[in-house]
């Protein structure tokens, strides 16, 4: 089992920067990869970004590259996501998955296998 974590959360303006962090705990040797996916009112949850453990591979979803920055660290067992001019419809539930199967996509949600619980992230005009 593995479990996450998700913080950093809050309130911003346009145009402001957050930093959401995701702290693992549990098998967390069995983790491929780690991703960050959200959820807005009356909305499907969408990928945002994803990266690999081991291998630094990294996407992410085309309305945030260039703005978000998926990072980790191992020794921490953490899994940030500095996102930067944030815009109105950055607006969402930010959520954090992580993969145990190696094979597993990394950019649609059936390829993960743990979920946090969630931290809301509201962008204001």
């Known amino acids: 089992q593995v479990q996450l974590v998700e913080s950093g959360g809050g309130l911003v303006q346009a145009g402001g920067s957050l930093r959401l962090s995701c702290a693992a705990s549990?098998?967390?040797?069995?983790?491929?990869?780690m991703g960050w996916f959200r959820q807005a009112p009356g909305r499907e949850r969408e990928f945002v970004a994803a990266?690999?453990?081991?291998?630094?591979?990294?996407y992410y979803r085309d309305s945030v590259k260039g703005r978000f920055t998926i990072s980790r660290d191992n020794a921490k067992n953490t899994v940030y996501l500095q996102m930067s001019s944030l815009k109105l419809e950055d607006t969402a539930i930010y959520y954090c998955?992580?993969?145990?199967?190696?094979?597993?996509?990394?950019?649609?949600?059936?390829?993960?296998?743990?979920w946090g619980q969630g931290t809301q992230v509201t962008v204001s005009s």
């Open positions: 998955a992580a993969s145990v199967r190696p094979s597993a996509t990394m950019i649609g949600d059936k390829g993960y296998d743990y």
């Open positions: 549990g098998r967390t040797s069995s983790i491929y990869a």
């Open positions: 990266i690999s453990i081991s291998g630094g591979n990294f």
